[in-house]
Each structure stands twice: as structure tokens, then as C-alpha cells.
């Protein structure tokens, strides 16, 4: 599987932003982790491959929102109201079965989000 991100950039806080990852195959969960300066990665949402059921960190509920379109095998992650701790690396990433947010089985490039105070 092969995972393409893209959408990252400077954005000041309060304003939003959304990310898409292009997938080789659109027959997975997917979903986003992230990865701060000087920080462990963590996961930050994810989607069922139907679509039907959606998981997020619990400190970006109401802000993120994940969804994906299997027609075009893409999964999006529209953020708003960002906030400076926002700022990391975004990952796309995909699991063969199950949803776990400790790791995943695929992963894209990262695209940077940085978020201006």
C-alpha cells in the first residue's frame, strides 16, 4: 500500500486546514498520526474503510474530523481552529485489519503543519 500526504503548512492559529492522503488501495482503515518537536509520534485519527465509524485523539474531538471518499481512494482530515501544539509532522497511515493507535502497517511522508501564535 502505498500512502501519499499532502496539504501541510504555515497557518496562524485559530485558522484551519485540511490534509489528504491518496492511497494505492482504498480497502483499509485509515487515518493520521502526528509527530511534535522533541515529541513520541501519537495517533490522531482514523477511519473504517466503509466509513462507518471514526476514532480520534481525545484532545482534537471537535476540532478534527476525518472522512475519506473510496471513490478517489482518499482519506481527508480537515482541522479546525488550530492552536501552536497543533504544529508537527502529519502522517497518513493504514492497517491491514484493525485500528490501533500505538502503530500502523502503512505509512506516507509526513507533511508539516505549523501553527503561528
Known amino acids: 500500500v502505498q500512502l501519499q500526504a499532502s496539504g501541510g503548512g504555515l497557518v496562524q492559529a485559530g485558522g484551519s486546514l485540511r490534509l489528504s492522503c491518496t492511497a494505492s488501495i482504498s480497502t483499509f482503515p485509515m487515518g493520521w498520526f502526528r509527530q511534535a518537536p522533541r515529541k513520541e509520534r501519537e495517533f490522531v485519527a482514523a477511519?473504517?474503510?466503509?466509513?462507518?465509524?471514526?476514532h480520534y485523539l481525545d484532545s482534537v474531538k471537535g476540532r478534527f474530523t476525518i472522512s475519506r471518499d473510496n471513490a478517489k481512494s482518499t482519506v481527508s482530515l480537515q482541522i479546525d481552529n488550530l492552536k501552536p501544539e497543533d504544529t508537527a509532522v502529519y502522517y497518513c497511515?493504514?492497517?491491514?485489519?484493525?485500528?490501533?493507535?500505538?502503530?500502523?502497517?502503512?505509512w506516507g511522508q509526513g507533511t508539516l503543519v505549523t501553527v503561528s501564535s
Open positions: 497511515a493504514a492497517w491491514t485489519f484493525g485500528i490501533a493507535r500505538t502503530m500502523a502497517d502503512y
Open positions: 477511519i473504517t474503510w466503509s466509513g462507518d465509524r471514526t
